[in-house]
């Protein structure tokens, strides 16, 4: 499993923000809940990710020609007899983009095998969101330096514009010059949806991903927060809202984006 706690009592933590905002990573993981907790962490700190779960899909994507900055890889993709060092390789004949592993496996020769085939670094699990991010931090400074090291320019992914923001020190959620309170349990749901702007997220990510910072509930519980920070957020703007799909999760939307799959979570 990945590590999510935060340890306030050793020092300052290591640098939170990518130094190129808007990358766009590919992670690689067949542990479906491995794989959401690393695409909350990237969103977070605004890069856009796509997740595959299999060596066959992240193999399609790149095949179809998509464009990545980042590629986290775990070793062992399912049932399959190819692995994330295979997956490396192909990586490699068609990207100079860095290769991350987080992977379980502690084999020497593993490690050293994916490293001589071009990644750059290799990460055990558990593995801490600061830890996490400074890697990548590396990885992204050696291979786009300052733009133009080896003639890559560093990505232009643009990442969610929203003028919508949560102020942490106040526990406020803002919208040009209106705000509404929120309790930390409420922060803590809002900032997902926002990290996960016009995506799902369902309530088995949302609970996984609320449980490991600030407590523990189940699916009801879930939806009555849901339904308070909604009409917190039409408090203080019409042009978004938070739809509930059924049996699923939620979203956080335009408006104008809205479908007819979706219910109020009562």
């Known amino acids: 499993m990945i590590d999510t706690n935060t340890d306030?009592?050793?020092?300052?933590?290591?640098?939170?923000?990518f130094p190129y905002g808007g990358i766009r990573a590919l992670v690689v993981e067949d542990d479906r809940?491995?794989?959401?907790?690393?695409?909350?962490?990237?969103?977070?700190?605004?890069?856009?990710?796509?997740?595959?779960?299999?060596?066959?899909?992240?193999?399609?994507?790149?095949?179809?020609?998509?464009?990545?900055?980042?590629?986290?890889?775990?070793?062992?993709?399912?049932?399959?007899?190819?692995?994330?060092?295979?997956?490396?390789?192909?990586?490699?004949?068609?990207?100079?983009?860095?290769?991350?592993?987080?992977?379980?496996?502690?084999?020497?020769?593993?490690?050293?095998?994916?490293?001589?085939?071009?990644?750059?670094h290799f990460l055990q699990k558990p593995i801490h969101s600061d830890?996490?991010?400074?890697?990548?931090?590396?990885?992204l400074r050696r291979v786009y330096g300052d733009g133009r090291k080896n003639g890559v320019s560093p990505p232009k992914h643009p990442g969610p514009l929203l003028d919508i923001s949560l102020d942490e020190g106040t526990n406020l959620l803002c919208c040009e010059d209106r705000v509404a309170a929120l309790t930390k349990r409420e922060m803590v749901v809002m900032d997902v949806l926002i990290m996960g702007f016009s995506?799902?997220?369902?309530?088995?990510?949302?609970?996984?991903?609320?449980n490991s910072v600030v407590m523990k509930m189940n699916a009801r519980?879930?939806?009555?927060?849901?339904?308070?920070?909604?009409?917190?957020?039409?408090?203080?703007?019409?042009?978004?809202?938070?739809?509930?799909?059924?049996?699923?999760?939620?979203?956080?939307?335009?408006?104008n984006g809205a479908n007819d799959n979706t219910d109020d979570p009562q």
């Open 221 to 255: 519980y879930l939806d009555n927060l849901v339904s308070r920070i909604r009409k917190k957020l039409a408090s203080v703007t019409s042009k978004y809202e938070i739809l509930t799909v059924r049996s699923l999760g939620y979203a956080l939307v335009q408006k």
């Open 199 to 210: 995506h799902l997220v369902s309530r088995e990510e949302m609970i996984f991903l609320t």
């Open 8 to 17: 306030t009592n050793n020092g300052p933590s290591l640098a939170r923000s």
């Open 33 to 120: 809940l491995a794989g959401k907790w690393l695409r909350h962490e990237l969103e977070n700190k605004n890069a856009s990710c796509e997740i595959a779960e299999s060596y066959d899909k992240a193999e399609e994507m790149l095949n179809r020609g998509e464009d990545f900055d980042l590629f986290l890889l775990d070793f062992t993709l399912g049932l399959g007899s190819r692995t994330g060092l295979d997956l490396c390789r192909v990586i490699r004949s068609k990207s100079s983009a860095p290769i991350i592993f987080i992977s379980g496996n502690r084999n020497p020769d593993v490690v050293a095998s994916c490293l001589e085939a071009g990644a750059d």
């Open 131 to 139: 830890i996490l991010t400074g890697h990548v931090n590396s990885a």
